[in-house]
């Protein structure tokens, strides 16, 4: 299919028959086992091969060279060592092996020559036989191949080629090629279709899973409403919304007009111990006529189940515009992987100015200030703090997940924070599909949004380390997955969109044997990680130490800061609403900003329009201010319910290395190489812990039946060491250990 | 004493900043020669804070206001404490006691020479034979048939600064020593610093030479011959300056500079552009005032961080020590190094490439061996440096706090090759500055032994080394792979960071956070804790069954003390210290927990864990943990299950 010569090779556009022809070609061809050793997928197309590759292998993974083969599918870049033990036949697939790159995540493709370094386009010719290949992610990766001299020339060249031809889509936005090249074949569609999805978490898709949410919170006096259940009253929002139990279906239809989107305040979360309630909601939409029993159940649903009051936190103009969020990645990823086409770096006594000018750590420490904001109003109890936002589908996902990383234990283990990307991303509906831009066909909407989540929980996490169950290769890995346009989560603006795609998915298939197929399974869920990576990748999600575990929650604690909480709710009058923004608390005159405004109704005695007034002098009811100030201020320490709280301040945030730095080639040396035998001192501390607790339990148990023989000699703790090597993995420990912040 | 117009001030507000303290303390603050203490009026706590005077950099007086006359202490390890005195009067008089105390114009005022802790005479001769530097020679293989001791410095005849035993090349003959010395900067000739049995190359240091703009030296020129013949495997040696090229050619203008590649044979000059005392004494006054910064925005951290230059500092000097390390342990060739005077730079560059070379000083000995053989013996002017008396304020310069913050960045990129932690440099740092002990005291080895500082005052090794349960890196096994061979650091711009152990105290206790070593120290501990638990429940198992079991004890290799219970000093009078009532209460009941039963040691274990409270909540949690379940017997560790 591709010719050249030796020396010169031009690619020909290959046409999308051709394209055709080979893939069902090697379709044929993947049937029997691949002679080269890489563990295809079903269908899988190996284009090219190259042999006697080395990879040059980063610092996390140890450092030096591994030697082995290339290869290059429709798909995929894979690496496969030398050594690489036999896949097993029966193995379910894994899309993305220890060394592999899936061509979607590539942006640039370059090659160093004997003295000279080139970027490798899907037209360009090569005049020289390349040393090295250098390929750069999007998910800041810089994977580096070196071709040893006894790799044939021309395998050199092809497969260079093949990754500069293939790894852009021919026509831009075209996204299900890639799609089709990795899932397309009826093995992989079948194996989709059988997969189970993980039982553990709450995916907050049906009725079911938000009554579990609610009873998980214990937040009394809310109720899920199916009113959007066809995505009549808003297209964005999801099909169930947790909405308060003395509203009626009937009343809450009438409240979606006077929201941008319909995006009306709904329940996300509940403080376990005095029980303020998280909403979100949308602007409000100004110029709508509206009834006077609108205003009303607009209160009923911002007071929720319990509260007489209400702050509303706008997230308009401290947090960063998406646009700004490009901005600042953009940089970052500047100046992290050096600009590639010139190879320019930054100069040495510029880094930490140039860090500075890419406004990103800002911005991250924006995002951590407002969530720590809302984390400490949510202790106060019995109030409902609903975050606000023009569009209510970006910044307010940022902080209300953040929000409840830090008050919410459950957050920070794997499942539970899967499970609250699931509530406030993807079926809230952040729009996953623009702002990921995976066709590169709409630059404008693009804005790494989520990414910047994920840094911010890492933020929090290497600032806290203990106390997540989750490691930070589980964020990683998210971060990584997020580049790629496989998955169901980041492939739609909505739940809306998400659900139309299955549907029509059947529908749009035409067979081509003629017979009936099966309808299409709708793509994989991002958190069905075993299809992603092997078993070795996924044992690194969880931390070898769990976090030490939170007293439950007795009632005598629940009274004694209750009362604090209770207290500072009958300070103020029922039914008083805050506007809190830029630090300070005002009260808007009427709650609705549209009362007795613009559509100008006579009756209410209000007169204020438009927007909030903001006088926090002397307002009615605003000596419960000095209150919620306290409550944003008081650092008790000693309370076991204490937010995880960042350090804000400029020295305690840092650079995630271990993401933006993967890409650091230039580093100067490969010093050890990866040892195998001997394990990792952290390793062997966790196991000494873990063989220490094990004879614990037994022994507890033993204890417990003192006189009961059979018990003594079944669980006389017999602890091969081997046992522990299962939960042993290298890799982890250095995250550990250099997870102390950068300067800078 | 005569200088103490107050002994003693009542109503005194304290505030210690570096420690993030928002709210003042009232107490009482007390003035001795040597110390000035603050005593919580607190019943319950009545903390004490010491500050030995010779740790206060500076004393401010700010204006006058109605609450009362404020005092700034800025101490030399970057704390600072604020103090409120109401009375004016009060505060003028320990304002002046404080300005003259804390600027010792005799070395006999300084509190080593009046510290005298309860050890007879023996016991202070072996505290100086801690360490022994010919014993570390003969580690490293010398002396052998390459490199041979001479007596040329004996009685310290032709190099005052240097030791009076120091290692040179076989093949040179006294008359070129002493030749070669007076062709040097105040005579300190090439002498072994660290020779590398792998390699047999070496690393030598002398100061520049007094070659102007054509002087030349027979003498010097065959030592530097004999330098490289000593090393059999090369034919040339590296020459590295230490300084900018620059200032190694304006030194040239004043009949110094550098060697001439033309006159020389086979020696490679390499320039590695250190910047000098002053440069570095105004660059740590900015990284200080970056860390002191009480909200500092990120624009402001990463601006003030880079303006003041330290990190680039820091990296020119790892650096110096990589490019050394490379040549010898790569290349097999030796290096001479020097700077101007050979005692700044040099050793800098010197101990840095030691510690990337040779593990063993990587360990807690081998760190306090080196400071003693670079810095310590080999002539770096301590008293001068770190300002020990009241004199030049030009020649005081952060140098020694640099190469140990090299060392700490190394930790950084090594978490696992160095067996101890950020607390050992700290002090180490501390102690440099505190003369509390004699060993850093006074600016070369004939200066020591003139003041016969031996006998009036004792050595801080032992007492460091009396408390290495404090300064130990979970992570380190001298077995591993990862702590043995040389190190290979990267030192691009962004793997330097800001000490904040050092230089940013402020956020540090508020809200409580633990570093990752801490951490681990906390998991150890708790293993510890699980250890003795099991024989206890073992106990408990076969008084039950009436039948010995006979498992075997579950070994935990290493023991560390108490996390949490770290202090800085040593044994009261420190250098200055905290002590909370409850630790000396916890001590008191730590000696108990013997003979406690087993079955009520609710309370022990709390407090085994509970100095982990102020760090962490979680670990306080765990503390109270035995009483929420209930079960009778303390569970510091319940089933993971709870929490996710």
Known sequence: MLTGSKSTFKVRQMGADIKERMLTQSGSNARRPDVSGLPCLPGEVVLRRAVMVRKKLTAREGRGWLSGTLFCTAFRVAFVPQDAPKPQDDADPVLLGDHDVALASIEKVVVVGPNRTKLVTPNSSLKFTPEELVLYCRDLRVVCFLFDRLTPDAQVLEITHTIAKTYQPVRAGCVSAFQNAALGSVEMKQFLSNRQRDAHMNWHESAADWERELERCGATGWRVSSVNDRFEMSTSLPRYLAVPQKVLDTELKKIFAHFHDGRIPRWCWRHPRGGSDLLRMAGFQNNIYHEKDDIRNLETILFGGHGNLCVVVELGDELPSPPDVQLAHARLRALCLGDISTSATVPDDKWLSTLEATCWLDYTRACLKKASEVARLLRGGGMTVALQEAEDRDMSCVVSSLAQVMCDPHCRGRRGFQSLVQKEWVTAGHRFRGRANYGRDNPKEEAPVFLLFLDCVWQLWSQYPWRFQFSDDFLLALHDSAHLPLFSSFLANSQRERCRRTQNAGQCYTPVNGGPEPADPPLPSVWDWSLQYGQRRQAGFTQPVPPAPRPLLNGNLNAQTDARGHQQANECTPGTVFLFSRGIFSSPAGLPPWRGGTAGVTAAAASISGVYRKSHRRAPSSESVPGLERLLKADAQRDPCRPLLPLLLGPCLGLWRECYHRGALHAQAFSHPPSGEHAHPLELLVREVRGLRRRLVAERRLSQGGDDRDAVTASAPSLPADEHLADARPGRSASITSSDGDGG | ??????????????????????????????????????????????????????????????????????????????????????????????????????????????????????????????????????????????????????????????????????????????????????????????????????????????????????????????????????????????????????????????????????????????????????????????????????????????????????????????????????????????????????????????????????????????????????????????????????????????????????????????????????????????????????????????????????????????????????????????????????????????????????????????????????????????????????????????????????????????????????????????????????????????????????LDNHSDLESGVGDLSSRSSSAGEEGQDPHADGRGWPSPLPDSSNSS
């Open chain 2, 1 to 598: 004493m005569e200088h103490i117009r107050t002994p003693k001030v009542e109503n005194v507000h304290l505030l210690d900043r570096s420690k993030g303290q928002r709210k003042a303390t009232v107490g009482t603050l007390y003035l001795s020669a040597t110390h000035s203490m603050f005593i919580e009026n607190n019943p319950e706590t009545r903390k004490e804070t010491w500050v030995l005077h010779s740790m206060v950099s500076s004393v401010e007086r700010l204006p006058t206001t109605p609450a009362g006359s404020q005092l700034i202490l800025r101490c030399k390890d970057f704390r600072i404490f604020q103090l409120l005195v109401q009375q004016e009067k009060d505060c003028l008089d320990v304002y002046a006691s404080l300005l003259r105390l804390s600027r010792p114009e005799k070395y006999s005022e300084l509190y080593c020479l009046s510290f005298n802790p309860n050890i007879n005479k023996e016991e202070r001769q072996e505290s100086w034979n801690f360490i022994d530097l010919m014993a570390d020679y003969k580690r490293m293989g010398v002396p052998n048939n390459l490199w041979v001791p001479s007596a040329a410095n004996s009685q310290y005849r032709i190099c005052e600064t240097y030791p009076s035993e120091v290692f040179i090349p076989k093949s040179a003959t006294s008359s070129i020593v002493t030749g070669s010395s007076r062709f040097r900067s105040r005579g300190r000739f090439p002498a072994l610093s660290y020779f590398h049995q792998d390699t047999l190359a070496a690393v030598c240091r002398c100061s520049q030479p007094l070659s102007g703009f054509s002087g030349r030296c027979q003498e010097d020129e065959m030592m530097l011959q004999a330098v490289m013949k000593s090393n059999p495997g090369s034919t040339y040696i590296y020459v590295v300056d230490t300084r900018p090229k620059l200032n190694a050619m304006a030194n040239r203008a004043a009949g110094k500079g550098y060697e001439n590649e033309d006159h020389y044979g086979n020696i490679k000059l390499h320039f590695i552009g250190i910047e000098n005392i002053h440069v570095m004494r105004n660059s740590q006054q900015k990284i200080v005032d970056v860390g002191e910064m009480r909200t500092p925005s990120m624009t402001d951290f990463l601006w003030g961080l880079e303006n003041s230059g330290w990190l680039k500092h820091i990296k020119a000097i790892l650096d110096a020590g990589v490019f050394i390390a490379k040549a010898v342990a790569d290349e097999g060739v030796s290096v001479l190094v020097h700077c101007s005077d050979g005692w700044d730079r040099t050793a800098q560059a010197c101990s840095v490439a030691s510690v990337l070379l040779d593990p063993f000083y990587r360990t807690i000995k081998g760190m306090m061996v080196l400071i003693e053989r670079d810095w310590v013996s080999f002539g770096h002017k301590f008293s001068h440096r770190y300002a020990h008396l009241d004199g030049d304020p030009k020649e005081v310069s952060p140098v020694i706090d640099q190469f140990l913050e090299c060392v700490w960045q190394l930790s950084q990129q090594f978490p696992c090759a160095f067996e101890f932690n950020e607390e050992f440099l700290v002090a180490i740092h501390a102690h440099v500055y505190s003369c509390h002990f004699g060993t850093f005291l006074g600016n070369c080895q004939k200066e020591r032994n003139d003041m016969r500082l031996r006998e009036r005052s004792h050595s801080v090794w032992p007492q460091l080394w009396k408390d290495k349960a404090d300064f130990t890196n979970p992570l380190y096994k001298a077995e591993l792979s990862q702590c043995q061979g040389v190190l290979r650091p990267n030192t691009t711009p962004y793997c330097f960071k800001m000490w904040k152990g050092l230089y940013n105290h402020t956020e540090r206790s508020t809200p409580p956070c633990q570093s990752p070593a801490d951490f681990l120290s906390a998991v150890r501990e708790e293993s510890q804790q699980l250890e003795e638990e099991l024989a206890n429940q073992q106990e408990r198992i076969a008084a039950l069954t009436g039948k010995p079991l006979t498992w075997e004890k579950v070994q935990v290799k290493r023991r560390t003390g108490n996390v949490g219970q770290r202090h800085r000093g040593p044994d009261p009078p420190g250098t200055y210290y905290a002590v909370p009532a409850e630790r000396k209460r916890r001590d008191a009941k730590g000696e108990e927990r013997a003979l406690v039963l087993p």
